[in-house]
């Protein structure tokens, strides 16, 4: 088959450079990027750590507000579309890139494929429940991370195509175990830190970065907290912070956005991590460091069994009693499956 996949943000690199190569070995793929992240921190990056094909069409449309950006998106992906004529499209998430590549497939009765189907944090505000509730209603095969996943889309009446495939995420983490330990030997000492001594922070989600009050009330709580917290800032978050001129604590350290092998380490030896990215909680439960969440709810309730993951949203005294809680005892049963997500979707994967 003549498989096309859509990417366009940092995510949706990494889930794709098991599934391109699982693919590769029975499909034709053609990979479309959508240009949504263009830093070269944010993009190119990922593709030569993990050895991704260039893609066979870099569309270039960039930022911009939700509509304009999606719909630019939808308009050039059809081009594309009609172009290649792929027999099934192959969308990664819940971004603006996924929502747009899965319309644009749809309306040309073209299958979509999606991979991590199912998820809900059931909060119609964040952009991503719209884009991952849309793409599912529009998607012929669902391939699903977890239980939980075939759950909600069972309670929204979709059942045909849905596949429980367990977690790219989790595929390209045991690939990168071997090297995660070495790699953070070598990167500590480099960031002046010591194992377990210090709080890996990622902040990208609007509903923190867009309130200058929620920014502050995270700082006050890192620094309350007292531990160095190394805080590698995504490119809207800088922009954003450089605007709110809030008088940081000399104990957060601000670093350009990480490379995956490297935001891995950094994870596994942390203290531990507080983040609003769904990525980055799984990353951290999988790898056993305890982690604090900037958020109400999230779309992996799994990671909040036996305490590993813990809700706190953006209140300064829940974040620091949060990152004070004792580390879990108790072994974590890991409910995304056995880390072959990438071939089973690509056995699975049809017209
Ligand atoms: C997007 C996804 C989010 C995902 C995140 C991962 C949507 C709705 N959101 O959010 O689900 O978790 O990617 O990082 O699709 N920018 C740059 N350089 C870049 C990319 C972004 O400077 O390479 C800045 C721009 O100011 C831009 C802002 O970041 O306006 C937002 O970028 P955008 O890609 O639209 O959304 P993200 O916040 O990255």
Not at 268 to 273: D, G, I, M, T, W
Request: with cysteine; proline share 7%.
């Amino acid at each position: 088959m003549k498989v096309a996949t859509a990417v366009g943000a940092r995510p949706q690199f990494i889930k794709l450079a098991p599934v391109s190569r699982a693919l590769r070995q029975r499909h034709q793929e053609v990979i479309i990027h959508t240009g949504q992240h263009y830093d070269d921190r944010m993009s190119a990056t990922f593709f030569a750590e993990m050895a991704i094909p260039t893609p066979d069409y870099h569309l270039g449309i960039g930022s911009g507000p939700h509509g304009a950006q999606t719909g630019q998106m939808l308009a050039a992906i059809e081009e594309v579309l009609l172009k290649e004529r792929p027999d099934v499209v192959v969308v990664f998430g819940d971004t603006n890139s996924t929502l747009a590549a899965a319309l644009a497939a749809a309306k040309l009765h073209i299958p979509v494929a999606h991979v991590e189907a199912g998820l809900r944090s059931f909060n119609r505000e964040m952009p991503e429940e719209i884009n991952r509730v849309l793409t599912d209603h529009v998607s012929a095969q669902l391939y699903c991370p977890t239980e939980t996943a075939v759950r909600h889309l069972q309670r929204e009446g979709v059942i045909r195509g849905v596949e429980q495939v367990g977690d790219v995420m989790f595929d390209v983490l045991l690939e990168a175990q071997p090297r995660i330990q070495q790699r953070a030997q070598a990167l500590l000492p480099e960031f002046g830190l010591t194992p377990r001594g210090y709080i890996l922070a990622t902040i990208h989600r609007p509903a923190n970065t867009d309130d200058p009050e929620a920014m502050r009330r995270i700082g006050q709580a890192f620094s309350d907290f007292g531990l160095p917290v190394l805080f590698p800032v995504h490119p809207r978050t800088r922009k954003l912070l450089e605007r709110y001129g809030i008088a940081w604590s000399e104990r957060i350290r601000f670093v350009e956005p990480l490379g995956h092998l490297d935001l891995l380490a950094l994870a596994s030896q942390a203290h531990q991590v507080a983040t609003d990215s769904g990525g980055v909680q799984k990353e951290a439960f999988l790898l056993a460091t305890p982690c604090t969440t900037l958020r109400e709810e999230t779309e992996w309730p799994e990671t909040l069994e036996g305490d590993w993951n813990t809700l706190t949203g953006s209140r300064d005294a829940a974040i620091c009693k949060a990152l004070g809680r004792p580390r879990p005892a108790q072994l974590r049963h890991n409910p995304f499956g056995k880390g072959d997500a990438a071939s089973r979707i690509a056995q699975s994967l049809h017209a």
